[in-house]
Each structure stands twice: as structure tokens, then as C-alpha cells.
């Protein structure tokens, strides 16, 4: 567990202990641009020299707050306090932060450079997230602000890092290598001595739901596969059957999708020809054609008289 740069007494560590973050629970898993560009500005929040606040931000159910670890623990900071706040949780004077009331030393003192997370910031009450908005932009404060957020926060953006974290359903490439990541580290918390594999076409079926709630849910579809294959009994399959991946129904809208109709469709559109064809042929054509009409309207003009 990270320690703090100054010794805390028994009483500040038991203030601090509901709060702290031991680790980052696991990387970024996939191998699509998202997932490379996610873990680029991972490393470059990381290695800020200015240590900068850092607002991430992302649909529920994405991790962020373990995105906000894997900064912290991959930093200098690596050995100091890391604390995560609810903003939903939090009082609107801030006093668990701030001091105030009985709440005891002042939080952020005791944090020195430590980093300190609030989650769900856009929860946060409106007397609070202006708090919060001074000490991103303080130079007193020693440690390093992190903020998760579900929903656009403009006067913050302005102060942060800023970090986007892209759904699921546009990673649909990287579907594969987080089902078999997640189906490895339960297996194991199971018992399980070989983690079993997963037939690629349960991914392709998977890859055709959205997952609104994005990692949870995959983590919640991966833990109800191996519950359900643990009370069939009997050996552990090298291979999880298919039906045991199962999704929940929803009602969606009708509609037409054109690429998976055609997919060649996709790469005529990418074609150099193509769009040659269209800027030589047509487009040079219609500029004719517009001079000719031109031409041919009427006129009008001012007659001189001598």
C-alpha cells in the first residue's frame, strides 16, 4: 500500500483508510487506435512534469476511476496516498475535504502530495464543484486532482487534462480480448487451474450488441457464464459453450445497416478512383454545363445614348 510522505497517526489513517485506492485493478485491454490512443494519454498524464488535474470522462460502467489509478501508480506519485471521493456522496460545503464541523484535520493536508479522485463529479453539488473548480486551479494545493464525469463540464475542461473515454460498442475490435482477459482472471477467483477458451464465434455474435453499460455489464455476462457452467458440475470444459453467453433482451429500433449488407461497399467508398472519377467526370461536367446556362439567359444591361 502507498504510503504518505510524512508519518500519519493511527487516527488519520483510520480517517483516510475508507478511502484509499491500493492499485489499478487492470490496464487497458484491446488492441484497436481507441484502445492505443487510451493508453497514450494514460502515459503522457502519467509523466506530466506539471502534474496537471485530470478529468475523465465516459459513459457509465467504463472504469474511469481505474484509468484515474493507472495515471497515478504509473507516476512519481506512485508511493503516495491516492484518495477517491462520490461526489454524489459529498456534502455541498465540502467539509469532508475542507475541514469544518467535527470531520477533524484537514484532509487535504494530510493528503501532502498525494492525488486525490472524485468520482462522479457532475454529482457533486453545485457549491461544491466550485470548490473544487478553485483548488484545480490553486498553486498551494501539493497534490494532483483527478475527476470522473459522466457528462460535459465545460469550466473544468478548461483547467484539465482532458481524457475521453470511448464506449464499448465503437471497440467492438477489442470485444475479443477483454471477454478472454475478463474469462481469465474469474476463472482463476473460481478455482478454475486452466482458464478455458472462447470460441471466436461467440465474439462475433457479441460484437453485434452495444453493452450500454458498457465494462460492467461485459463483466457481469462473464461472471453469469462461469456461474452457470460451475452448477452443471461434472469437469470444467476446456471450451465455454455458447448458449451460456447470453445477452439481455431489448427492444431496439428497426433499421438498415449498409455496411453489413455490402461490406465491399466500405472500400469502394475508400477508393482513390472513386472520388477522381467524381471530381474529373461529374463535378468537371456540371461546371460546364452551369457556364453554358449562363450563357444562354437573358441579359441585361445599361444602353448608353451617344
Not at 504510503?3 to 485493478?25: I, N
Request: charged share 25%; glycine share 8%; net charge positive.
Amino acid at each position: 500500500m502507498a504510503t504518505p510522505s510524512s508519518p500519519l497517526d493511527h487516527a488519520a489513517l483510520q480517517q483516510l483508510a475508507p478511502h484509499l485506492v491500493g492499485r489499478a485493478r487492470r490496464g487497458v485491454v484491446g488492441s484497436s487506435r481507441y484502445a492505443q490512443n487510451l493508453r497514450e494519454a494514460v502515459r503522457k498524464a502519467s509523466e506530466d512534469p506539471q502534474r496537471r488535474p485530470v478529468l475523465i470522462s465516459g459513459e457509465p460502467g467504463l472504469e474511469k476511476d481505474n484509468l484515474a489509478a493507472l495515471i497515478h501508480f504509473g507516476s512519481a506519485d506512485r508511493q503516495q496516498l491516492m484518495l477517491r471521493f462520490d461526489g454524489a456522496l459529498l456534502r455541498p460545503d465540502g467539509s469532508e475535504l475542507f475541514g469544518g464541523h467535527d470531520h477533524g484535520p484537514l484532509l487535504l493536508e494530510l493528503l501532502g502530495r498525494g492525488s486525490l479522485l472524485i468520482d462522479k463529479l457532475e454529482q457533486a453539488p453545485a457549491p461544491l464543484q466550485h470548490k473544487l473548480l478553485e483548488l484545480a486551479g490553486s498553486k498551494d494545493f501539493e497534490g494532483r486532482l483527478f475527476f470522473t464525469a459522466e457528462q460535459a463540464l465545460p469550466a473544468f475542461d478548461r483547467v484539465c487534462t482532458l481524457i475521453r473515454v470511448p464506449p464499448l460498442r465503437v471497440r467492438r475490435q477489442d470485444l475479443g480480448e477483454w471477454l478472454r482477459y475478463g474469462v481469465r482472471q474469474r476463472s482463476r477467483k473460481l478455482g478454475w487451474t486452466t482458464p478455458p477458451q472462447v470460441d471466436q464465434a461467440v465474439v462475433k455474435r457479441l460484437q453485434s450488441y452495444d453493452f450500454p453499460n458498457n465494462l460492467r455489464e461485459l463483466e457481469t455476462l462473464i461472471y453469469r457464464a462461469l456461474q452457470q457452467v460451475r452448477r452443471q458440475g461434472g469437469q470444467w470444459p476446456a471450451v465455454l459453450p455458447d448458449d451460456v453467453f447470453w445477452t439481455s433482451p431489448r427492444q431496439q429500433r428497426a433499421r438498415f445497416d449498409l455496411w453489413r449488407w455490402k461490406p465491399q461497399l466500405r472500400e469502394w467508398m475508400r477508393a482513390p478512383w472513386l472520388w477522381n472519377a467524381l471530381l474529373l467526370g461529374l463535378v468537371s461536367w456540371v461546371f460546364v454545363l452551369v457556364n453554358l446556362c449562363s450563357g444562354w439567359g437573358p441579359r441585361t444591361g445599361i444602353t448608353t445614348v451617344p
